[in-house]
């Protein structure tokens, strides 16, 4: 029961009210109507019609309204605070960051130190050399660019920040995985530990470890 | 008369801290407070005041209290808290240089 002891008009004004206030927070809310059925109490008191009473407070709906719209005051930040930052780190952050790290420092193994073709190679004339030779001593620069694309995926989630953020570290963890398989035969295995992490960070939540503002 | 939105938008911001400014001599009830605003031309209905207050009271800035008064019935008070009075002088703090300025601009137009 809203309010036990209004006459019949003020109490359907109140629970008009009452209804259009379900987004508010459960104790502003409270705090809003009690104050609003005190005021027509005190009025009533004082010795005011019902309908007066109710002319000078308004229509039900612009009184939800006007509770309704942001907090306009800077009163409400100073014990507030300023509302909770979206932070540019938190766990799926870092886990991009890992895997861009575990990328890059599977391009640089493959590019510089890691001797990928061991063997034999013969030229046309038959005779053999053996020896190790890196991968872009042996297919050329070209190929840095090919590998250079894991790379490029994993660092592009960390640039990117706001409402994209979610879809793009999806977009281009799938992508990861892609390059992987496609390479799989060749170079896609060095950058498994980049697609782990990639694939980590796609499951995670975007704001893991921040608790919503009451 | 002034022109109406001006006069909304520029009273948005400024009741909020009228009103801690009218609890800062002591607790007041809301009729009380929702007249005085009227008077004063700082709100446009009775009704501006409640949610502005709900908000006050969540922020922490003004508790409330039930309470007996000389008219028999309990009614409904509304007080300063500490951090509410904090938020008035800081209030005041920026309010008079920013009215100063605004002053010198109007007289330089006229």
């Known amino acids: 029961m809203i309010a036990p002891d209004l006459p019949a008009r003020s109490t359907r004004w109140l629970t008009e009210v009452a209804s259009d206030l379900d987004r508010l927070p459960a104790g502003e809310r409270a705090e809003l109507l009690d104050g609003l059925r005190a005021h027509v109490r005190e009025a009533l008191d004082a010795g005011e019609s019902e309908a007066e009473v109710l002319a000078r407070l308004g229509e039900p709906a612009a009184v939800a309204a006007e509770a309704l719209v942001a907090s306009p005051g800077p009163a409400l930040s100073v014990p507030l605070g300023p509302p909770a930052p979206l932070g540019y780190w938190n766990s799926k952050r870092i886990v991009q960051l890992t895997a861009l790290v575990l990328a890059l420092l599977a391009y640089l193994a493959l590019a510089f130190a890691v001797p990928v073709y061991s063997t034999y190679s013969t030229d046309s004339g038959g005779s053999g050399t053996s020896g190790d030779q890196t991968l872009a001593e042996a297919n050329g620069i070209a190929v840095l660019f090919v590998m250079a694309i894991p790379v490029v995926l994993t660092a592009i989630p960390l640039i990117v920040r706001g409402r994209a953020w979610p879809t793009v570290s999806l977009v281009t963890g799938l992508l990861v995985v892609a390059f992987v398989l496609i390479a799989s035969l060749s170079i896609g295995w060095f950058f498994v530990p980049a697609m782990i992490a990639a694939i980590v960070a796609v499951a995670l939540p975007p704001r893991a470890g921040r608790s919503p503002r009451a | ?110």
């Open chain 2, 1 to 110: 008369m002034a022109d109406a939105r001006v006069m909304v938008n520029l009273r948005k911001g400024l009741v909020e801290f009228c009103v801690l400014g009218l609890l800062v001599h002591g607790p007041k009830y809301g009729l009380e407070l929702a007249r005085r605003l009227q008077a004063d031309g700082l709100a446009a209905s009775d009704s501006t005041l409640y949610p502005l207050l709900a908000r006050l009271h969540s922020a922490g800035l003004v508790e409330s209290e039930w309470r007996e008064s000389d008219a028999g019935r309990p009614r409904k008070y509304y007080a300063l808290t500490g951090d509410g009075a904090a938020a008035f002088a800081a209030f005041v703090d920026t309010w008079a240089p920013l009215r100063d300025a605004v002053d010198v601009v109007i007289e330089e137009a006229s």
